[in-house]
T-cell receptor
Framework: DAKTTQPNSMESNEEEPVHLPCNHS???????IHWYRQLPSQGPEYVIH???SNVNNRMASLAIAEDRKSSTLILHRATLRDAAVYYC?????????FGKGTKLTVNP | EAQVTQNPRYLITVTGKKLTVTCSQN?????MSWYRQDPGLGLRQIYY???????DKGDVPEGYKVSRKEKRNFPLILESPSPNQTSLYFC????????????FGPGTRLTVL
């Protein structure tokens, strides 16, 4: 199974960009890289996914290294509502393997 | 609105008293899954279902049963709950597209005394 490594916690100020890193050196060539987040007292929610090129959606951007061994989730302007645990996940077909993720604190 | 619903949201019960946590999705997804979340252990998969009448064990299936008699529902059954099953439970429905986006329910907090 592919494994991921993320910092345990990060801190940001409101309205500043946040770059959340993830190392996934064992990911296979066909695995999508997924990011989910879990807000306090809620279930995880999908944020973004990518394979080889950088991706953008309304929630975030995903920058994937050329060798695919790492990726960075970018929140362009952090808000207090972005305070959550962020999970970088290389998925198996039917199962998401959640590690401990990165707890993001956003300061007002 | 696309959603996954779980009931009940909170439950306190006693050891040995059978209970069922229901899960329902309105997205016509074939794949569904149950997870439990415990402090320090993260989310762990209990069971998953690839279609009606097709289920399989996840990483921590002991003490749980599931059934999938219709596509939209995937109940989790605890025949004889024990205190070590006190946890936060999440049901998820899987899109089945190439990237398998998963939609999670709001969670069920179960306490077994």
């Amino acid at each position: 199974d592919a494994k991921t490594t993320q910092p345990n916690s990060m801190e940001s100020n409101e309205e500043e960009p946040v770059h959340l890193p993830c190392n996934h050196s064992t990911i296979s060539g066909t695995d999508y890289i997924h990011w989910y987040r879990q807000l306090p007292s809620q279930g995880p929610e999908y944020v973004i996914h990518g394979l080889t090129s950088n991706v953008n959606n309304r929630m975030a951007s995903l920058a994937i290294a050329e060798d695919r061994k790492s990726s960075t989730l970018i929140l362009h302007r952090a808000t207090l509502r972005d305070a959550a645990v962020y999970y970088c996940i290389p998925p198996m077909w039917e199962k998401l393997v959640f590690g401990k993720g990165t707890k993001l604190t956003v300061n007002p | 609105e696309a959603q996954v619903t779980q009931n009940p949201r909170y439950l306190i019960t006693v050891t040995g008293k059978k209970l069922t946590v229901t899960c329902s999705q309105n997205m016509n997804h074939e794949y569904m899954s149950w997870y439990r979340q415990d402090p320090g252990l993260g989310l762990r998969q209990i069971y998953y279902s690839m279609n009606v009448e097709v289920t399989d064990k996840g990483d921590v299936p002991e003490g749980y049963k599931v059934s999938r008699k219709e596509k939209r529902n995937f109940p989790l059954i605890l025949e004889s709950p024990s205190p070590n099953q006190t946890s936060l439970y999440f049901c998820a429905s899987i899109s089945g597209t190439a990237y398998n986006e998963q939609f999670f329910g709001p969670g069920t907090r179960l306490t077994v005394l």
